[in-house]
């Protein structure tokens, strides 16, 4: 059985940084492309950055200069790291790993459970 899990959220100053890390176990034949999201209180889950196998990277407008995302294909994890950070990054991120398992052929979306990243004085 495939898990994601997050890790690295918490409470930080306007200005400060964060390293958020997810890491894929289980039976995993391969993963496609990986991607950090965030959902804030009555707002939709938005998608932050994205990474592919090859390290090819797209970010959301608002975060872009700020938020680095990268990948260890050999620890199937994915990092994002936030430097700058502003109050209305306050949000729960979720990370997302678009993969093959030992069980199917084709690739499945599957999600961590989230970690809560709150910006404030």
């Known amino acids: 059985q495939v898990q994601l899990v997050e890790s690295g959220g918490g409470l930080v100053q306007p200005g400060g940084s964060l390293r958020l890390s997810c890491a894929a176990s289980?039976?995993?034949?391969?993963?496609?492309?990986m991607a950090w999201y965030r959902q804030a209180p009555g707002r939709q889950r938005t998608e932050v950055a994205r990474?592919?196998?090859?390290?090819?990277?797209n970010y959301m407008e608002s975060v872009k200069g700020r938020f680095t995302i990268s990948r260890d294909n050999t620890k199937n994890t994915v990092y994002l790291q936030m430097n700058s950070l502003k109050p209305e990054d306050t949000a729960v991120y979720y990370c997302?790993?678009?993969?093959?398992?030992?069980?199917?052929?084709?690739?499945?979306?599957?999600w961590g459970q989230g970690t809560q990243v709150t910006v404030s004085t």
């Open positions: 997302k790993a678009n993969l093959v398992d030992s069980g199917s052929y084709f690739p499945q979306d599957f």
């Open positions: 990474i592919t196998f090859g390290g090819s990277t």
């Open positions: 289980g039976k995993i034949f391969s993963i496609n492309d």
